[in-house]
């Protein structure tokens, strides 16, 4: 048996961790303050539109300090402000059943979020969205060969799901076609080990779809295992032989079916022929020479031959 495939080692310091993040009303409340306090940086340097100043305080009892300019306070006051709505407001995320965040602050792992519902994270960190949710993938035909080197297609679907974020997106560059890659190879390492047909005997062949789809749901769950992705299960759905020989091998198909069928057919006749002339000469009904056997027993045969024939036509 050939030596199993180099699993890939990473970094055992990278596996998922919940990530801090605040309920959503903390955002709405910091953005809402953030606003107010800008207006109020504004109406107090008093360069707010008129028709606001009016609309608010009619009586202009509540107008601001005139057009002198923005002070080094004022200004302190607004940016404050401003950078407080921004935070507040620019944090607001939605989280989705089925999905997840993967938070990177300048390239380093800062948490993954699987939450649900209006959150507020930290806007300076990066966020990847991952879908978590169980998935399957139909595979287009693939080339492969079984043990005895005949070529064949083959069609696989396979159940998996992200199991952890922080490697799914970070150890590897497209997970997704990391997983394709490795379908493909261990598809065609798999069924390598054995024959599609055995056309003389009962030994095990690919024929046993759920024995091959277990050993190619071990195989392909090794493989994605370090990369943060699990395999529930890999189900040949068609392995067939590719067009350039597929006559070729139905015929050999046929002719070891009719073999088969003609080795049970004459052990068969034997079997009743022998047990025939046993019962006759052991209960005396005949006494037969050499000759005289040999004439019964091809008759018998004959006889047999002929009607095991009508009744399988």
Known sequence: MPPAPHVPQLDAGLAERRARVLPGAVGVFGGGVGTAGCALALWWAGVLPEPVVDLVAPAGDLRGGGSAGISVGQWAALAGSGALALFGF???????????????????????VRRTG??????LLLRRRVDVRLRHWRSEPMAAVDRSGVALRVVVLVVWRVKDTARATLAVADHQEYLRECVEATTARVLSKLPADAFHDDAPTLRDAEAVGEALTRALAAQTEPVGVEIFSVQPTRIEYAPEVAAAMHRHRIAALDARHRDSLLTSVVDSVEDTVTRLTTRGLVELDDYERRALVKDLTVAFCTGRGGDSA
Not at 118 to 123: D, R, S
Request: without cysteine.
């Open 90 to 112: 620019g944090g607001l995320a939605r989280g989705r059943v089925g999905g997840a965040w993967v938070l990177s602050l300048f390239g380093r792992y800062r948490g993954s």
């Open 118 to 123: 209006l959150l507020w994270v930290n806007p």
